[in-house]
Each structure stands twice: as structure tokens, then as C-alpha cells.
């Protein structure tokens, strides 16, 4: 117990990790709040302007066109209201389409492509509106896959989609902060190794055995991480007044396992790679602002690029998937397939990683120190 | 248990330890009495900290036998790490925590009885003497008392055997003073002690036993004066006076003289034996009315039994 404490004071006497693990998404997440303000206080919005191509090819699926209709907007309105968020023109030549598509006079085109498959949407640029077409075609897509009938009155308002979008910026800032937490276990862990530092060689001498330490450090840092994890959640939702809708202790425990491949990831950093702290910190850092970047931290659109190109790289990149489980969290319901799939996949992620971890920390002697 | 050479609290056989091609310790054998203070010597780079983290289990070893306590010894035998305790060439401390936080948490790995702890770091920050500094963060501490205590939280859980591995480097006399008469009481109070050092002062002064190491391999052991009696120059007289040629000629004809060295002030003569050496070189100066300034006999120190053996300085690495 007495050791516990001290590592808390070892740990949070560190002024740097704090501002890294603690201070950084803070002012991450005042920076986006700053970014999107505009966005979150706006009343209404223009409809998101879309082409769909009606030609002989979309028999299959008809009830894109009754879709697509019903959320549209009356000819010549210029708000959303509800559900309404599209402004539709109708139109038989795919052509005439992308030509408008190219001229900027539409947001996105929606075709057929051939009669077996989903339509297809063409978009010119990676934007809000691009991002909410995108939504209510995934959407559709996913109702008739589940065999359910889509009810547009289901779909969100445009002000939700628009909600939406803005939440998954701050989702994978959540999940950033996951993930930099485990730099509290990476630089806890490198105090206690014999081939790191003076200390862990004192340490690693020592009448307690190696597991007891790793498994204290460990337990320390991963504390440290939840009250960090718990100050930000305490300042998106009190101070910034964001909603996690209305799952609230589902998304705290999603928190904690995203925490927890977090502090594998941590592990496995200041266990495998045999580098000074530094490199450690760059290499953890790079790991986490890369998957963010590729989660949609940069704007949506970035991670269904990816998830379009190569889908691979948003299953087993941790970022992407705390921040999806997040948006699962709040889209649709605690027990959605997705929400679940993406707790699995960061359990077999921190599986993994720890398992590497403990085979490489179960060394006792080195070769050199 | 397995059986142990009599009275040795440590046993080394034959340990070698390579690095790639080159050789760090080179098939290393030496044992350590129960109470004694063995020093090992030898310059940087001669294989003492190699050693020491070998016997620890820090590091592994090509081939060899370690046995301390007479078991052997292996990273998990807890309960001999249990009787050990270690003071590094680095400072191994944490900048975060105050000097008696720091000393209170490593003996924290020993001792689990909060109060015995408590008094247990009292006794250590006593020893070394940073009672004074107790709220001190490390980064404020001189090198000195930093490396004072380094050396509280490596004793203070009052262990049987202690490993010093060149505790005064970089540190000014009083804190070198401090830090040797504090290891006099530990080796006072029954802790058996292996202190590696390239001073030869310091082993001098503490050392019953020395082991002269160099590229890994022990080129001498014995006692201080065992040791000094492998040096071909037994005494050493230096003398300032001005000598004619004749004079000069007579000295070195003198009973044992091996080496005579003027450089037209000083003279300093090597003798093979040191019986009355420097009686008998008063008494001819004496007779032949010569006067001269300082006049002063030297023994021979470790370091000239390592350049003897070695053709080199124990400080020229």
C-alpha cells in the first residue's frame, strides 16, 4: 500500500506527463469546442443539395428512391426541418449528374451502378455535407442488410447529424486520451526496469519479486489514467455542456476498457522497444496521433476514407475503434452489435499487447545494462 | 543448502562473461569472508561493476557458478536478495521524492513493519549524515550528499552483505570522508562488504582484502601489504639537495638500491629491500657534509604493484 502511494506521488509529481496525460486533451478538447461553436449553436441549416440518378438499374433496391424522397425538402425551401435534409433533383443521366456534382452546384450524387448491388455516392469533398449523405446512406444500407424496414421518421434531424459529426471529433479525442494515458504506465514502468534506469536496477534487487512490482506500477497508472479520464468527462459535460446521451454508464465503461488498451499499449511500449524514454514517449505519441488521425480527428470523412480503402486498418487500430464504440454508444443503443464488437476488439487488442508484454518482462537477467 | 567454502558468505567459480567478442570477465574466481571488506580494484572498463551485477543476477553469464549465502543465486531467491544490499555507480533515486521518502521506500522493499521501516530510515539518514536534509528533494542536494544518500537507501534495511560499487566517485573530500567512516560502521556492525573502487587509497584504508582486476581477469589478491610485497621496489626516498656527480654515484652504489632518478634538485632512489635505507643514506650525506631540504621514505603503493603488473596506471583508463 505504502509503495501505491508513493508511485501516485512519483507519478503525479511528474509536471510534464501530467500536462501530456491530464492538461493536453483538455486543451484539445477546448480548441474543438472553440473550432465548432459556430456549428453547435447554429439554429438551422441550408438542406444538403443531392443528385440521385433514377435509371433502369436501381430496380432492385426501390426503396432508395421512397427513401430519398421522404427526406427530402418541398421544391425551393431553403431550411431543413426534422427529417427533411435533403435537396433532391431527380435526375436519369448519371452524366448530367456528375457534371453538376463537378460545378459545385450539389453535394453528392447518388447512382446505381448495376442491379445487384447498394448505390453508389460520389462525392467531390471530404465536408459536413458529404459526411451526413454519407450517414443516411449507411443507414439505409444497414436497415435492409437487418431486414428491418427504414423509417426516415427513425432518422436524425439535421441538427442531430450535424451533433453527430461534431461528437465524433471529441470521441476520438476520448480516445486519445485512452490511449496517452498509457504513458503514465510507460515511464512508471521504465522507473522500475533493471535496463532502463538506476532506479528499476535498485529496484530489480530488491526482496520483492518482479510480478508484485509490475502488477503495483501497473495498477497505479492505470488509477492515474481514470482520474484523468474522469476530469475530462467532468469538463466536456460540465463545462462544455456535451452530451454523451443517454447511455452514460455504459460510455463510462467503455471509457475504462479503452483506458485499459491504453495502459497495454503503454506496456508494451516501455517493454518492447529497447530505447531511451524519449523515443518511447515519440513512438506512443505517434501510435495515438496516427490512429486518431486515421479515426477522424482530422473530420469524419478521413476514417470512412479509410474504412472504405483499406478497412483493415480501422479494425485493429484502437483509436478508430474507441472512438466508433463511442458513436455506437450514442447512435444506437448499449446492446448493438457494433458497440459490443468494438468492446471485443479492444479486449483482443490489450490481450495481445499484454500477452507480448509479460513474455518479454518475464526476462530477469540481461544481456547488458 | 549446498556446502560452502569455509567461512565464505559469496562464492564465484569460474565465471565468464562475454560480450559479443569481447571478454568482460575472463573465467573470474574469488570468494568473500563473512565480515570482511574485500575490495575489488582495477581500472574502468577492468570488469568490477560487470562482476558485481553478475553476482546480483542482473546480468546473464556465459559460464560459471555463483553461490552466496550457499545457495545459489538466482533473480527470484528472494529471501538471499533479502540479506543484500546494493549501492550503485549511478545514483539510483527518484527526483520526485524527498531524501527520507526516497530512503523510507527502498527500505520498503525490504521491510515489511511500517515502524521498523520508519526507525530503520532514521538510523540510515544518521549514518551518512542527511538528517538535516530530510525534506530535500534529490535535485537539491550537492553531488556529495546526493551520493550519501544513494548509499542510505542501498543500507538501510540494515543488510548482511553489502555491495559498494565505487560509492565516492565525483564527490568532494568531506562527503568521501563522510561516506568511508560510514562504511567502517556498517563493516563494524557485522555487514560483510564488496567495495569496487579504481582509488587505491580508499582500499587501502578499508580493504582486509584486495582483489586486483584487469580486463577481467584477477591479476593479483591478497592484503594490502601481500600485495605491496609483489612490488619489486620495496621504498622509495626522495631528497632534495644538490649532489655533485661523485656523490650521485655513491648512492646508487648503496646496499639495495635498484633506481636512482636526479633531475638536478630532487632525488628519488629505488630500493629492493627496506631495512635501514634511509639511515644509512642520512649518515653518508652526513660524512660528506652535504646539506639538503625535505627528505622523506615512501612505500610502495597498489599503484606500482598495478604498473609492475600491468605496464600501466590504475587511473589511465
Known sequence: MKRLLYNFKITFKNKELIFWAFGFPIIMATLFYGAFSSLINYDGMEPVKIAFVENEENQLYPVYNLVIHSLSVEDG??????????????????????????????????YFDNATDFPKLMVMTNSLNSTIIQNVMTEIEQSITAGHTFEPANLKSAGDQKMDYIMVEFYTLLAMACLYGGMIATKALDKNLANMTSSGRRIAVSAVSKAKIILGTLLTSYIIQLIGLAILFVYLTMVLHLDFGPHFPMVVFFTMVGALTGLALGTFVSAVFKVNENTKDGILTGITMLGCFFGGMMGPSMKYLVDSTIPIVNKINPSAIISDGFYALNAFDPDSNRFWLDVVSLFIITSILSTVSIIVLRRQKYDSI | MSKTTAGSIIEVKNLTKKYKELTAIDNLSFDVKKGEILGLLGPNGSGKSTTINCILSLLKFDQGEIKILGKTMAPDALDIKREIGVVFQDVAVFDELTVWENVNYFCGLYINDKETCKQYTEEALKLVGLEDFKKFLPKKLSGGLLRRLNIA????????????????????PQSRNNILDGIKKLRDDGATIIYTTHYMEEVEILCDRIIILDRGKIIAAGTNDSLKDLAKVKERITIEAELSTKIQAKIAELRDVVNVKYDGKTMVISYKDARKNLAELVSLLESSRISYGKIFSERPTLNDVFLELTGKELRDQ
Open chain 2, 153 to 172: 537507501c542501498g543500507i538501510a534495511h540494515k543488510p548482511k552483505i553489502i555491495f559498494l560499487d565505487e560509492p565516492t566517485v565525483a564527490v568532494d
Open chain 1, 77 to 110: 425551401a431553403t431550411k431543413t426541418s426534422d427529417s427533411k435534409i435533403f435537396a433532391t433533383t431527380y435526375i436519369n443521366n448519371r452524366e448530367s449528374a456528375e457534371t453538376s456534382l463537378r460545378k459545385d452546384e450539389i453535394d453528392g450524387m447518388i
